[in-house]
């Protein structure tokens, strides 16, 4: 065992790291599939990670910088309880990025894995996502994909087909700047991040099609800032970015449904402000919906900026609303204000804003400032991605809007990040340990 901590390459067997690698290879595509089994197979991986913490607690400055970002919004949740009133159903989906990620972050993080693992996972997560879209609307008429067999929600679903295509670009940059380039992996990638956002054409999901150019300009920034010159001069590089974007520019112009969503999108939202606001909502539109939610919210937060109306007390502030005719009886279904930062304002005042804002920026810079060398872009920018993405598809849905989405983010978030945390406690240096690096 290394002086500062860690855990030495050779305390880990090689039966266990191939199960690591193995649970990276089958989880994510498998989550695409039944959210149900990847949720499991990452409360098998937590519980792996459990035995590691008892095998070494020892947690280092990467450890600590990444479970503080992950520990913002569920400590932010506790500490707006204990003031306005308990429901512990509200720290259920936020624990998971403290509690089932943080623990598979661990478990990552120090039995490592490879490059090629989690590359080829995500682009077979991302195919996965299209075969079960294709299926969806040529087999069973589908004007909505919502994951195979309803087992998702159609939002969520086409969010993280959009993400893992975009994550599927990342290998593809990854190799195009690599000294020792695998044509299989440039390709496999390309067409996988295709699959992904040609998956999530077919949801018809109007928030992830917001957040595309958004994650291509974050994935820019990044290149510019580990590549520099590199990337000026790379006619590959602007091709590869541009066809990718051009890509889903145009399948969505041949896509007669999101078309119509989003001329549908357009009216509503010019609805909204020619009617009168005064009388009850006389269009129940997901998006007129949505625009008086966030209103509603807006005034809660307006007569609490430091508590909110409470998140214990959100479910008896949304009947009332629905009572008082201020918001249409669709809004009881919904377990927030469909956009996280005016969710967290409404229910838990500025403290819980200030800690999803925080979160972002933490979880942001953890990725930003670990990038040392090829392998480990690739992982960071996906973690960029992540943060980027969901940050993005939470302005119009929710961080935790639902059980398949959460674990998701959870997850990806957790493998780029032990990722970086492995190569980073094997890089050469000071308290470094330069064993293993072909595993990483």
């Not at 509503?268 to 005064?278: G, M, S």
């Not at 469909?338 to 920026?361: D, K, M, R």
């Not at 942001?364 to 960029?384: H, I, K, Q, Y």
């Not at 997850?411 to 890089?427: D, I, T």
Request: hydrophobic share 55%.
């Amino acid at each position: 065992m290394i002086a500062s901590g860690r855990v030495s390459g050779a305390a880990y067997g090689v039966t266990e790291r191939q199960l690591v690698e193995l649970f990276v290879f089958c989880v994510v595509p498998l989550h695409m599939l039944f959210p149900r089994v990847g949720g499991w197979l990452m409360v098998l991986a937590a519980l792996a990670g459990v035995r590691l913490l008892v095998r070494e607690p020892f947690l280092n400055a990467t450890d600590r910088a990444y479970l503080l970002a992950c520990a913002a919004i569920p400590v932010a949740y506790a500490v707006n309880m204990s003031l306005t009133g308990w429901d512990l159903a509200w720290l259920h989906r936020p624990a998971h990025l403290l509690v089932t990620g943080g623990l598979i972050y661990v478990l990552i993080g120090r039995v490592g894995i490879r490059y090629t693992t989690l590359f080829w996972s995500i682009v077979l997560g991302a195919f996965t996502t299209l075969a079960i879209a294709l299926f969806d609307v040529l087999v069973m008429g589908s004007v909505r994909v919502s994951g195979l067999g309803q087992r998702w929600n159609a939002v969520p679903f086409g969010n993280f087909a959009l993400l893992l295509g975009c994550m599927a670009l990342a290998g593809c940059i990854s190799e195009l700047f690599s000294s020792r380039r695998d044509v299989s992996r440039l390709f496999g990638g390309l067409l996988a991040s295709f699959a992904g956002v040609g998956a999530s054409i077919l949801t018809a999901t109007r928030g992830a099609w917001l957040a595309f150019p958004v994650v291509l300009l974050a994935t820019l920034i990044l290149s510019l800032y580990v590549y520099r010159w590199r990337v000026v001069a790379s006619r590959s590089f602007l091709a590869l970015l541009a066809l990718t974007f051009i890509g889903g520019a145009v399948a969505l112009q041949f896509s007669d449904n999101a078309q119509g969503r989003i001329v549908a999108a357009v009216e509503q939202v010019e609805a909204w402000f020619d009617e009168d606001r005064e009388g009850p909502v006389p269009i129940d539109s997901s998006t007129q919906l949505r625009l008086d939610m966030w209103r509603w919210g807006i005034e809660q937060f307006s007569r609490n900026p430091w508590t909110g109306i409470g998140l214990a007390n959100y479910d008896e502030a949304r009947e009332e609303a629905v009572q008082s005719g201020r918001l249409p009886p669709s809004f009881r279904g919904l377990a927030g204000l469909h956009n996280e930062l005016i969710t967290a304002l409404a229910l838990g005042g500025l403290p819980v804003g200030f800690a999803v804002v925080l979160f972002w920026i933490l979880a942001g810079r953890f990725f930003v400032t670990r990038v040392c060398d090829e392998r480990s872009f690739f992982f960071a920018l996906c973690g960029v991605m992540v943060v980027v993405g969901t940050a993005m598809f939470s302005m119009t849905e929710g961080l935790f809007g639902t059980s398949a989405g959460t674990k998701a983010f959870a997850l990806l978030l957790a493998l780029s990040a032990g990722a970086l945390r492995y190569r980073e406690s094997r890089a050469p240096g000071p308290g470094g340990d330069a064993t293993d690096l072909r595993h990483a």
